[in-house]
């Protein structure tokens, strides 16, 4: 899957026990029209790519890597399949072949599907997915991806140094798949990397991207999971966890999975200072412990103030240049945007109770809360906090933080706490249109001037959206229950977790898939 419709249900089934490595996943797309029937000629094309594409795929110089189109519209199939840059041509050919049968197996009728196998990834659908590569649509926030993620943790000697060593072995991964684009190594795979860190215990991990990215892509896409694996499984020590995207592949595990020696062989990063030793009053030792105490505590000072210069001058250089690569929550700070602590919001919602409960929808619940300081205020509890979650999180902060307008419901801030992820809005008082339109029992239906200033409202909302904000922003969502009615009916657009931000010069755009609510 690859842009970011969350108003299509998407399923995610485990096909395969877990072990020490990733089990098998398929990925249904289950939108409108993303159904075929069986005996059909959709079928009899994708079952003619199934029996044709693991041999295309595991040939010499296909390299693991093979796309392909079966079939005239409206039944043509569309397929990729990318084997990890380690399996050789049986194991790629197996891994291909049953990848189509537990994609079938696991999401039956469907015609959208992308299964993640240990050792390949295998998409079919009746839609041009490979359209998204091209410049004018490559939106690598808009990508869809799995995370994966043991259940048992590593006894580690520190979870901040196992942390630390995580994120050396991966960042290392992911500059070194992203420079096999330009290498004249004919013998090394494009954007494929593996590495072995010596740690207690010894981790490994892959990096990888699908060859007909870009090697800009490729380094967006790889460097999304960098970012994701710090925010979400850091402060842990999971035995492995995966990432995984039609587009790339990010991987550590504890374990050897990949065949071969290491293409990179690291040693782990120095572990966290010591504490100072107790100065010993000893006899004839207080001196020499003294002055190796004051020594260690001068040494310590030193590199304590080279790490904060180090931090100052990465922070000045953040606030003065903002590049391409920066992830979309590192750009909340300059929006003036509160980050909330997880106690506060229990404490303001009376622990998220269902007597504060304003409404529930696809994508979370809303919670009336008040502030410490008597501010009252609008908790959103997203659901499917692992991709789907941060995803919305990452496009509502992003978008609202810097929107300023009286018919846009105001982001008062967020909070991102292991897997709670909240968002904190203006209380509106009187709810959403919906309410009024919809439920006669309240017996307050809006009279026309009413209407009319409603829909005025809204669409002024719009236009500031499209054309006079310094963001053009597309809704992609616009519905009643998105509406939001303040005290004097003055309407406020809500929800942003599905827009699509369009460059600047852009009036139009072209995607693959519906979004929004059916």
Same mark, same amino acid.
């Given at each position: 899957?690859?842009?970011?419709?969350?108003?299509?249900?998407?399923?995610?089934?485990?096909?395969?026990?877990?072990?020490?490595?990733?089990?098998?996943?398929?990925?249904?797309?289950?939108?409108?029209?993303?159904?075929?029937?069986?005996?059909?000629?959709?079928?009899?094309?994708?079952?003619?790519?199934?029996?044709?594409?693991?041999?295309?795929?595991?040939?010499?110089?296909?390299?693991?890597?093979?796309?392909?189109?079966?079939?005239?519209?409206?039944?043509?199939?569309?397929?990729?399949?990318?084997?990890?840059?380690?399996?050789?041509?049986?194991?790629?050919?197996?891994?291909?072949?049953?990848?189509?049968?537990?994609?079938?197996?696991?999401?039956?009728?469907?015609?959208?599907?992308?299964?993640?196998?240990?050792?390949?990834?295998?998409?079919?659908?009746?839609?041009?997915?490979?359209?998204?590569?091209?410049?004018?649509?490559?939106?690598?926030?808009?990508?869809?991806?799995?995370?994966?993620?043991?259940?048992?943790?590593?006894? #580690? &000697?520190?979870?901040?140094?196992?942390?630390? !060593?995580?994120? /050396?072995?991966? %960042? $290392?991964?992911?500059?070194?798949? @992203? +420079?096999?684009?330009?290498?004249?190594?004919?013998?090394?795979?494009?954007?494929?990397?593996?590495?072995?860190?010596?740690?207690?215990?010894?981790?490994?991990?892959?990096?990888?991207?699908?060859?007909?990215?870009?090697?800009?892509?490729?380094?967006?896409?790889?460097?999304?999971?960098?970012?994701?694996?710090?925010?979400?499984?850091?402060?842990?020590?999971?035995?492995?966890?995966?990432?995984?995207?039609?587009?790339?592949?990010?991987?550590?595990?504890?374990?050897?999975?990949?065949?071969?020696?290491?293409?990179?062989?690291?040693?782990?990063?120095?572990?966290?200072?010591?504490? #100072? &030793?107790?100065?010993?009053?000893?006899?004839? !030792?207080?001196? /020499?412990?003294? %002055? $190796?105490?004051?020594?260690?505590? @001068? +040494?310590?000072?030193?590199?304590?103030?080279?790490?904060?210069?180090?931090?100052?001058?990465?922070?000045?250089?953040?606030?003065?240049?903002?590049?391409?690569?920066?992830?979309?929550?590192?750009?909340?700070?300059?929006?003036?945007?509160?980050?909330?602590?997880?106690?506060?919001?229990?404490?303001?919602?009376?622990?998220?109770?269902?007597?504060?409960?304003?409404?529930?929808?696809?994508?979370?619940?809303?919670?009336?809360?008040?502030?410490?300081?008597?501010?009252?205020?609008?908790?959103?509890?997203?659901?499917?906090?692992?991709?789907?979650?941060?995803?919305?999180?990452?496009?509502?902060?992003?978008?609202?933080?810097?929107?300023?307008?009286?018919?846009?419901?105001?982001?008062?801030?967020?909070?991102?706490?292991?897997?709670?992820?909240?968002?904190?809005?203006?209380?509106?008082?009187?709810?959403?249109?919906?309410?009024?339109?919809?439920?006669?029992?309240?017996?307050?239906?809006?009279?026309?001037?009413?209407?009319?200033?409603?829909?005025?409202?809204?669409?002024?909302?719009?236009?500031?959206?499209?054309?006079?904000?310094?963001?053009?922003?597309?809704?992609?969502?616009?519905?009643?229950?998105?509406?939001?009615?303040?005290?004097?009916?003055?309407?406020?657009?809500?929800?942003?977790?599905?827009?699509?931000?369009?460059?600047?010069?852009?009036?139009?755009?072209?995607?693959?898939?519906?979004?929004?609510?059916?």
């Amino acid at each position: 899957m690859m842009l970011a419709g969350y108003g299509i249900l998407a399923v995610v089934l485990v096909l395969l026990p877990p072990s020490a490595t990733p089990a098998g996943i398929a990925d249904c797309d289950l939108g409108v029209g993303n159904t075929y029937v069986g005996n059909s000629t959709f079928e009899a094309n994708l079952n003619h790519l199934a029996a044709e594409l693991p041999g295309n795929v595991s040939t010499a110089h296909t390299g693991g890597f093979a796309v392909a189109t079966v079939g005239a519209d409206p039944d043509q199939v569309f397929a990729l399949a990318l084997c990890r840059g380690d399996v050789n041509a049986t194991a790629c050919r197996a891994c291909v072949a049953a990848a189509f049968v537990d994609g079938k197996n696991a999401c039956p009728g469907i015609n959208g599907v992308t299964v993640y196998e240990d050792a390949c990834v295998v998409r079919f659908s009746g839609q041009r997915f490979m359209d998204f590569l091209s410049p004018d649509q490559w939106q690598v926030t808009e990508m869809i991806w799995v995370p994966e993620q043991a259940s048992e943790s590593v006894n #580690a &000697p520190a979870v901040g140094w196992f942390n630390a !060593a995580i994120a /050396k072995i991966l %960042a $290392a991964l992911v500059d070194h798949a @992203v +420079a096999t684009a330009t290498g004249n190594n004919s013998t090394t795979k494009k954007y494929f990397a593996t590495g072995e860190e010596d740690f207690d215990p010894n981790i490994y991990g892959f990096a990888q991207c699908v060859p007909d990215l870009t090697q800009e892509q490729c380094k967006e896409c790889l460097n999304t999971f960098l970012f994701q694996a710090k925010q979400v499984y850091f402060g842990k020590s999971l035995s492995w966890v995966g990432m995984n995207s039609v587009w790339c592949r990010l991987m550590y595990s504890v374990r050897p999975f990949y065949g071969g020696r290491a293409m990179l062989q690291l040693s782990a990063p120095p572990p966290p200072a010591a504490e #100072a &030793p107790v100065l010993s009053l000893e006899p004839g !030792a207080g001196k /020499k412990k003294s %002055a $190796a105490g004051i020594a260690a505590v @001068v +040494a310590s000072s030193v590199v304590v103030l080279l790490i904060l210069s180090f931090f100052a001058v990465v922070l000045f250089r953040r606030r003065s240049k903002v590049t391409e690569t920066d992830h979309q929550l590192r750009k909340i700070t300059r929006a003036q945007c509160l980050i909330f602590d997880l106690p506060a919001l229990q404490e303001a919602t009376d622990n998220f109770s269902d007597n504060n409960k304003l409404g529930e929808g696809g994508y979370g619940i809303v919670y009336k809360g008040v502030l410490s300081d008597g501010q009252e205020v609008a908790v959103k509890k997203l659901l499917g906090t692992s991709e789907h979650g941060l995803d919305q999180l990452q496009n509502e902060v992003l978008l609202l933080a810097e929107l300023q307008h009286k018919n846009l419901v105001k982001l008062q801030g967020f909070c991102l706490h292991q897997g709670e992820t909240l968002l904190v809005y203006e209380y509106v008082k009187n709810g959403s249109l919906d309410n009024f339109l919809f439920d006669t029992s309240r017996g307050n239906t809006p009279n026309w001037e009413q209407l009319y200033n409603i829909i005025f409202g809204i669409a002024k909302g719009i236009l500031y959206l499209h054309e006079d904000s310094s963001l053009r922003i597309i809704h992609r969502d616009l519905k009643s229950n998105n509406i939001l009615l303040g005290e004097d009916m003055e309407p406020k657009i809500a929800d942003f977790g599905l827009a699509r931000l369009l460059e600047e010069g852009h009036t139009n755009t072209r995607t693959t898939r519906i979004v929004g609510t059916l």
